[in-house]
């Protein structure tokens, strides 16, 4: 298991930009898929986007697609969400989570077994 701590959240305009942050502990984080999740009040949680061990794999959901880049730091055991053109329905509380499968395994699967607080993320109109 690795410890997820999410940071960066905030309330920002529509058409505005902010970047999450996830800090993690663990001896083996540049060992796992990462991905991030979200989940609106009254909907069900759904996927964000995930980056394989590396960082040269990349996933995002149709909804984000073009908006939000995932990235990370193994040096600094940190993965990113950099998230611009916000939008009123990108407002949800957002989750990292750190998956051991392979990267294909975990983005077709969405098994992921570390989880974070979960950081708000509120974009007004």
């Known amino acids: 298991q690795v410890q997820l701590v999410e940071s960066g959240g905030g309330l920002v305009q529509a058409g505005g930009s902010l970047r999450l942050s996830c800090a993690a502990s663990g001896r083996t984080f540049s060992n796992y898929v990462m991905g991030w999740f979200r989940q609106a009040p009254g909907k069900e949680r759904e996927f964000v986007s995930a980056?394989?061990?590396?960082?040269?794999?990349?996933y995002y959901a149709d909804s984000v697609k073009g908006r939000f880049t995932i990235s990370r730091d193994n040096a600094k055991n940190t993965v990113y969400l950099q998230m611009n053109s916000l939008k009123p329905e990108d407002t949800a509380v957002y989750y990292c989570a750190a998956s051991t499968l392979a990267y294909s395994d975990a983005v077709n699967k969405g098994q992921f077994g570390s989880w974070g607080q979960g950081t708000q993320v509120t974009v007004s109109s």
């Open positions: 980056i394989s061990s590396g960082g040269g794999g990349r």
